[in-house]
Nanobody, 124 residues
């Protein structure tokens, strides 16, 4: 059982930046594709970004491409999401996700482990 704990959410003005972190409990962290999803009120959970086990390849949703950067530090069992040029439409609960498969094209029903979520609110 992998436990994922997110941190770094908060309230920021449009155009600002936040950095989310997700710490994993297991030393097997490096065997998982890691990603971020988000869910706004009244909407389905949507994919944001993911990266391979080594971090050599990344994949982003079109809505965040060029503004968000996903990275990981395997010795620290941590994955990050740097969010720049934030927009009000980025407001959501952001969830860290671990997937034991090989693809970075993550879908919610295939995720093995979820974090508890961290709120990001962008004011206009």
């Amino acid at each position: 059982q992998v436990q994922l704990v997110e941190s770094g959410g908060g309230l920021v003005q449009a155009g600002g930046s936040l950095r989310l972190s997700c710490a994993a409990s297991e030393r097997t962290f490096s065997t998982y594709v890691m990603g971020w999803f988000r869910q706004a009120p009244g909407k389905e959970r949507e994919f944001v970004a993911a990266l391979t086990r080594t971090g050599s390849s990344t994949y982003y949703a079109d809505s965040v491409k060029g503004r968000f950067t996903i990275s990981r530090d395997n010795p620290k069992n941590t994955v990050y999401l740097q969010m720049n040029s934030l927009k009000p439409e980025d407001t959501a609960v952001y969830y860290c996700a671990a997937d034991s498969g090989l693809s970075v094209r993550l879908v919610p029903k295939q995720i093995d482990y979820w974090g508890q979520g961290t709120q990001v609110t962008v004011s206009s």
